[in-house]
């Protein structure tokens, strides 16, 4: 009988946890598409849009799905020669938000003068490990066959991401500078374009162990909740690559352990101190120095998880400061026409 209640007890307990965590999902998602609908009232977004065009819904793979859709982003103002150019991935812990809900970001690229891929992929859980980079790497593909005809220059191409698009754009150059077994890598890498830099923001890297944070600080339940869903979300009923396993899900491993066979672009890598994964944005700066690859780490005091997207924090704006610096710094010059 006592065996017989135990048993039940932590069976209640673990279907608490699990809609506990579902929950903790569901709010941070209604929270960031009401900040998406909200921003576009600010009058910074107002006067950003009027400086950019969109179209929508451009399909990267033949599938008919929404996830297989990007938006392109342009300045309005038409100017002379290829366009720097920005792949833009989208974070939300591989299992929610969309392009949609980060047209903000492409928007902040746009009215700088940069042309913007803003790309959907499939989401976890329903479509785990490795799905979502498949998807990235074919949207790689496709900008490969038709940046040109977009008016982008193929030699100022810059993948930038924030949380788990931070991960995925990580994995991507990962893929493109490594000798990788993967099918899907070795098709990235076969792509006639290089990334000319990197924007990794905020990034959960390395999705295999969620403890690690807990074990380093004491952290809040529906927080350590929220980090433990999006690991089991996207490798929980993942299938293993024969040629790489679940490497890749973790590019920051991959960094610290492995020299790659192509030298790394230019790294941009930020986040606040008040971030829970703060600690794998330090661990990405230190594998780019043992690497000798050119980058900048900043760590902005008193900033949560993707404080960028609040566009009305100071710090956001000199966050988006420092990336436009950065980029103007290390993007090769134009090319001429």
């Known amino acids: 009988m006592h065996d017989s209640r135990s048993s039940a007890s932590r069976s209640l307990a673990a279907r608490a946890g699990r809609l506990r965590r579902r929950a903790g999902s569901l709010a941070i998602e209604a929270f960031f598409e009401g900040l998406s609908r909200s921003t576009q009232l600010l009058p910074q977004a107002r006067r950003a849009l009027s400086l950019a065009e969109v179209v929508r819904d451009l399909p990267y793979r033949p599938t008919g799905l929404l996830e297989h859709t990007l938006d392109v982003w342009r300045p309005r103002e038409r100017r002379p020669g290829p366009l720097p150019t920005v792949l833009y991935v989208h974070g939300g812990g591989f299992s929610i938000l969309s392009k949609e809900t980060h047209w903000s970001m492409a928007l902040r690229f746009a009215a700088a003068g940069y042309l913007v891929f803003n790309v959907n992929y499939r989401l976890a859980p ?43 754009v990580t994995a991507l150059t990962v893929a493109t500078c490594y000798e990788r077994a993967e099918g899907w890598a070795q098709r990235a890498r076969a792509v006639p374009l290089r990334p000319a830099a990197v924007i990794a923001g905020c990034g959960y890297l390395q999705v295999s162990d969620p403890g690690r944070f807990g074990r380093r600080k004491r952290l809040p339940p529906w927080l350590e909740d929220r980090i433990l869903e999006t690991s089991r979300a996207y490798l929980g009923r993942a299938t293993p690559d024969p040629a790489g396993g679940l490497e890749l899900a973790d590019p920051i491993s991959v960094l610290e352990k492995d020299a790659p066979a192509r030298p790394l672009p230019p790294f941009f890598a930020f986040a606040g101190t008040a971030d829970p994964l703060l600690d794998d944005t330090r661990r990405l700066g230190a594998a780019l120095s043992s690497r000798g690859a050119p980058h900048l780490l900043r760590i902005y005091p008193g900033e949560p998880h993707a404080f960028h997207a609040l566009s009305w924090r100071p710090q956001a704006e000199h966050c988006w400061r420092e990336t436009f610096d950065f980029l103007r710094v290390h993007l090769p010059p134009a090319t001429t026409t």
């Open 126 to 168: 329903r479509h785990p490990f490795p799905a979502a980079l498949e998807d990235v790497g074919e949207a790689w593909a496709w900008l490969g066959a038709h940046l040109a005809e977009h008016g982008g220059d193929p030699r100022r191409v810059v993948l930038a991401g924030e949380s788990a698009g931070a991960n995925l």
